[in-house]
């Protein structure tokens, strides 16, 4: 687990946060798979995560996940342009750049923070009543901002890779240089000023002519609606949870489609606490795509959180009916039964969503109150030891994993992941 990695020196520590979303996760997934395809990645290996920060910024850690700033993707116009900067990240995995930081890193035993960059990656914290979208733990910035700084030979390579994988898919490479624009002018800014893509992704007036010229003359190629439709969602459904409810009220009719338009309202009503209102609305969304596991989710999410608990488990229940691989909703239904009193079965389901996300603390959050509450005091102390651990907060793990140890069958699995715990947080001294 590339979370109990030890911190190898202090740094300063203003945290990124991680948006989880399983709607908005699969919408990405679903814009992100032709360029990934085309830059000879696999889809299903790569997860594309939305960091919770105003400003405009992409990046990669590590070999598995895109990170993409809620300030970018709001900013964003269009489909192929959001896959432009999918594609352009994806060039710095394809291409080697990521790997070999990582080996800089490991033999010059200079990664300060790592363990806890690359461990963020899959991580979430306690869904934000508030907010609605599951809010993540931070990690050190200044010590990500030091491994993703690119250099501009890196950066050349990567816009020529993103180009060709751009065409190679069908999508209109013009959306590169769209995006590159949005971020014209941040040079001549101070360093405390621009946009952190500028401090890792250099940029300069003759790369962008440069870009310019790789796609002059190409065919536009042909718009996807697909993609446009789950671009217009992601967007319509993150700005209703980011903007004021009154923004999304006034705009929601300007929506790409009716279910975008009633989603959108759904949640501003849902942020007003008008359950009726809400309702009326995601039922709406509903009964126009009627087999869409998010849109239910979406609904479970609001009755739960307005402690209608009952009806929140049978509409949880009905989405991970149709994904059931999809462990955000398999907790989001976990999380439903424990609030409705039914912790045993709460563990089967729970379990199945931390088998598919091993890593998101809303998950383990659950888990442990369901085996607290089923009389597994054992395990309720493991699992909120690796919950602990998981945000980086090792002290804490360690007194909870020392609490298992004296509760758990010595030798049993169970045991052994206590020792892990114990053993990280050791190093981490």
Not at 55 to 62: E, G, M, P, Q
Not at 122 to 142: E, H, K, R, V
Not at 239 to 254: E, G, N, V, Y
């Amino acid at each position: 687990m590339l979370l109990l990695l030890a911190v190898a020196a202090p740094v300063r520590a203003a945290g990124i946060s991680l948006l989880r979303d399983a709607d908005i996760e699969y919408a990405l997934g679903r814009i992100a798979a032709p360029v990934l395809t085309a830059a000879g990645l696999s889809p299903s290996q790569i997860r594309l995560i939305l960091v919770d920060d105003s400003s405009l910024n992409a990046f990669v850690a590590d070999t598995s996940h895109i990170f993409i700033h809620s300030g970018l993707l709001m900013k964003l116009e269009s489909a192929a342009q959001l896959q432009a900067v999918i594609a352009h990240e994806a060039a710095h995995i394809s291409n080697g750049h990521i790997t070999r930081r990582l080996g800089n890193m490991r033999s010059a035993r200079t990664a300060a923070g790592l363990g806890m960059i690359l461990g963020a990656a899959a991580a979430a914290a306690s869904n934000n009543p508030q907010a609605g979208l599951g809010i993540a733990i931070g990690t050190q910035s200044s010590a990500l901002r030091l491994f993703l700084s690119h250099t501009r030979a890196e950066e050349s390579s990567a816009d020529i890779s993103s180009v060709r994988f751009l065409m190679r898919a069908g999508i209109d490479p013009r959306g590169a240089v769209e995006v590159q624009d949005l971020f014209r002018g941040q040079e001549a800014l101070s360093l405390q000023r621009q946009d952190p893509y500028m401090r890792s992704h250099p940029l300069s007036r003759d790369r962008y002519r440069a870009l310019q010229g790789l796609v002059a003359g190409h065919d536009a190629g042909k718009s996807d609606p697909g993609a446009e439709y789950w671009f217009s969602r992601l967007q319509g459904k993150l700005t209703a949870f980011k903007r004021a409810p009154s923004w999304t009220l006034r705009r929601a009719k300007d929506s790409a489609s009716q279910d975008i338009a009633l989603m959108r309202q759904a949640v501003a009503h849902h942020r007003q606490s008008d359950l009726a209102k809400a309702l009326k609305n995601i039922d709406g969304a509903i009964a126009l795509r009627p087999k869409d596991p998010y849109l239910l989710d979406l609904k479970g999410q609001i009755l739960l959180e307005s402690r209608r608990f009952p009806a929140a488990v049978q509409v949880y229940g009905a989405a991970a009916n149709m994904a059931p691989r999809d462990a955000m909703v398999l907790g989001g239904l976990g999380r439903a039964l424990v609030a409705n009193g039914q912790p045993k079965q709460a563990l089967s389901v729970l379990e199945k969503a931390r088998s598919r996300d091993f890593s998101d603390p809303r998950i383990l959050r659950d888990l442990a109150v369901a085996y607290a509450q089923t009389g597994q005091n054992g395990m309720a102390s493991l699992v909120t030891a690796e919950r602990y651990a998981l945000q980086g907060r090792l002290k804490d793990a360690e007194v909870h994993a020392k609490r298992a140890d004296g509760l758990l069958p010595r030798g049993s699995g169970p045991w052994q992941r206590a020792q892990d715990v114990l053993s990280a947080a050791k190093r981490a001294k």
